[in-house]
């Protein structure tokens, strides 16, 4: 069975700093495209870094830009996001998903993925 775990989400004070782990199970990310989305309520989802197979090219929304950094190791099946200086407005629910053979940017922009992980919350609050 294909899965997705995420972890690492919480609530943490703005300029405050997480780092969300997902982790794969039942097949290898060594040739999948990965990206982190969120979607907070009322609003669209947002693809937020998504990084090739390689880990050699990467994606990152205008919004999180200098503050976040997507990383990747295939030797533990697992993909990170690191994010720092937070603020409120990236409160949301966010998720690691998986594409195979495709670009970071095309992942990210249109939201192409075949397999979703099951959510974690961030919330970012005084």
């Known amino acids: 069975q294909l899965q997705l775990a995420e972890s690492g989400g919480g609530l943490v004070q703005p300029g405050g700093s997480l780092r969300l782990s997902c982790a794969a199970s039942?097949?290898?990310?060594?040739?999948?495209?990965i990206g982190w989305f969120r979607q907070a309520p009322g609003k669209e989802r947002e693809g937020v870094s998504c990084?090739?197979?390689?880990?050699?090219?990467?994606y990152y929304a205008d919004s999180v830009k200098g503050r976040f950094t997507i990383s990747r190791d295939n030797a533990k099946n697992m993909v990170y996001l690191q994010m720092n200086s937070l603020k409120p407005e990236d409160t949301a629910t966010y998720y690691c998903?998986?594409?195979?053979?495709?670009?970071?940017?095309?992942?990210?922009?249109?939201?192409?993925?075949?397999?979703w992980g099951q959510g974690t919350q961030v919330t970012v609050s005084s």
């Open positions: 998903a998986t594409q195979l053979i495709t670009t970071p940017q095309t992942m990210c922009v249109r939201s192409l993925v075949a397999y």
């Open positions: 039942g097949f290898t990310l060594d040739y999948y495209t």
């Open positions: 990084i090739s197979s390689s880990g050699g090219n990467t």
